[in-house]
């Protein structure tokens, strides 16, 4: 039965995750890299292609909205949801600089910029990648199992043990819920 096979695939993945201590310590050192940056005033700012685009927009909305309980907002942003912008620098530039032409004007040193890529090839987000640098911001990328050309131009990999494009992006919403969550409660704490 293929639904079967889907979910157990999907639990495969994440018993690899669980049994992963340097990615469980990685996960836990981008959440404090979060909120060290917002506790600064700064911003973490996402990025992704297709269903990344949409775990990117999910994840921010995570953070500057609420998570488990009411708090203040969290400056996050998912870098395509200006849909004019979006469509005029990919006609006027070239869709590759969609996200690096955003990352110029929004990116402040110490900002966090995550990118999703299941690949870790997506050019769009490479050239972001790059432009953050340029500006002192630190780079997380969420991948798939390689991490692709991504595992260079970031300082943090969190690279999924997979090359299923679902199997991956299951494990980036998981994991990027344990990030926001994370933040939430150290930044927010609430009496027990």
Known sequence: MKSKS????????????????ALIKRIEDVAEVCIECLQNDGKVLFCGNGGSAADAQHLAAELSGRF??????????????????????????SYDEIFA??????????????GLSTSGNSENVLRAFNVAS???????????????????????????PSKDTPRIQEAHILIGHIICEIIESKMFPKDE
């Open 134 to 160: 340029e500006r002192g911001m630190i780079n997380v990328a969420m991948t798939g199992e390689t991490g692709g050309k991504m595992s260079e131009a970031c300082d943090y990999l969190i690279n999924i």
């Open 68 to 93: 488990y309980y009411d708090r203040e907002p969290l400056f996050s942003e998912a870098l395509h949801v200006n849909t004019s912008y979006l469509t005029a620098v990919a006609n006027d530039y």
């Open 6 to 21: 889907a979910i157990e695939e999907s639990i495969k993945v994440k018993q690899v995750i669980l049994e992963d201590d």
């Open 101 to 114: 032409r955003m990352v110029k004007s929004k990116g402040r040193k110490g900002d966090v910029l995550i």
